[in-house]
């Protein structure tokens, strides 16, 4: 396979929101479903170009439905992973573009349900459809904040965590919770509690969710007899990555917060921008997994036999046209 396939970069855009609408806000970005573009007009009223297009691999305009988002983005990951390979779906953008709402929506009405609780019931349903194979499914649940690793399922999960690397597991984080799972259920219920305890390390670390990645993994592993009688291992692991906020900290912001905080936030962003640009060339025997921890992290489900998919996600309104612009080159370089 080329390595270009199993990367795909799609952009969703959402619907302007009420308060915007109220302030008056115009909309600049306009989606083109049919020819995959994405169409941002410049207000900018400088020497460049009126209006800028890029084209990506899927584009997502603001009546898009999550099944639909679902459906053509993180499902085909969701098949390959419950066949024994590695996958990652990552949700990039500004705060309030919609990642959240992207990976994990609502539960009600359950039409608004994002990829993750979509994940969930379809690795459930495989799994009871087909009881000539044993499964185990077992998830972790991390954040990521300011280049420290944090487990959401310990009762612990203030406490900093380390990563390790062994010749034959590869990189992995000492003592992280992996919790066996065997219900729809239950997979939700690990998932709000992670989502509380991100909300007390928010409160007591003093930090914002907004500038920390959080990754909920899916390792699956089956066994079957085949028709050589012999029995067939495959294990494959799934990571749900809902990313820190991709805008850059104003000054004003950053008062206050140690400089190399706002530092490593990008630098993780910009690693995997780097990661995933070099994976797509296709060029380079050097990928730079090494230089953040977001990609060590997730060095052995990038690349290789794995599959990609990244969702950028814009805002549509008028003052926010330097971030847009700043996803669009971001998302447009990875593809
Ligand atoms: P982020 O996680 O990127 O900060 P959120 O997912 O929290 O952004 O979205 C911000 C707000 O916009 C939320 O109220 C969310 O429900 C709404 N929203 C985001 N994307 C969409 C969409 N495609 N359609 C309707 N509402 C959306
Ligand atoms: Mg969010």
Redesign the pocket.
């Known amino acids: 396979m080329k390595r270009k396939e199993c990367v795909k970069v799609v952009v969703?855009a959402?619907?302007l929101?009420s308060k915007e609408i109220e302030e008056g806000r115009k909309r600049i970005v306009d989606v083109d479903t049919s020819r995959k573009e994405i169409n941002i007009q410049n207000i900018k009223g400088d020497n460049n170009e009126a209006q800028r297009t890029f084209v990506f691999d899927e584009v997502f305009d603001?009546n898009?439905q999550q099944e639909q988002v679902y459906n053509n983005t993180a499902l085909p990951i969701v098949e390959s992973v419950m066949d024994g390979y590695n996958g990652t779906v990552f949700?990039y953008?500004?705060?309030?573009?919609?990642?959240?709402?992207?990976m994990e929506g609502k539960n009600d009405p359950p039409h608004e349900r994002g990829i993750t609780p979509r994940t969930f019931d379809h690795i459930i349903k495989v799994i009871e459809g087909t009881p000539n194979i044993q499964f185990l499914v077992r998830c972790s649940y991390l954040e990521l904040y300011n280049e420290e690793v944090r487990d959401l399922l310990s009762p612990n999960h203030l406490t900093k965590l380390e990563l390790r690397e062994k010749p034959e597991q590869g990189i992995f984080v000492k003592d992280l919770s992996k919790i066996v799972v065997k219900s729809v259920a239950e997979l939700n219920e690990w998932l709000k509690a992670g989502r509380a305890n991100r909300k007390v390390g928010e409160t007591k670390m003093n930090q914002e969710s907004?500038r920390s990645h959080s990754i909920f993994t899916l390792t699956i592993e089956s066994s079957e007899i085949g028709a050589d009688q012999q029995q067939h291992i495959k294990s494959g692991k799934l990571n749900l990555v809902?990313l820190a906020?991709s805008e850059r900290q104003s000054k004003t912001q950053a008062v206050g917060v140690r400089f190399e905080e706002a530092i490593n936030i990008n630098l993780s962003l910009t690693t995997l921008g780097n990661v995933i640009t070099t994976l797509v060339d296709g060029k380079s025997q050097h990928i730079p997994y090494r230089d953040s921890k977001l990609t060590r992290l997730l060095q052995d489900s990038l690349g290789g036999n794995t599959k990609t998919v990244m969702v950028a996600?814009i805002g549509p309104a008028d003052y926010n046209f330097d971030e847009t612009m700043s996803t669009l080159r971001y998302a447009n370089r990875a593809k």
């Open positions: 969703r959402r619907p929101s603001l898009s949700a953008g500004q705060t309030g573009t919609g990642k959240t709402h992207t907004s809902d906020g996600n």
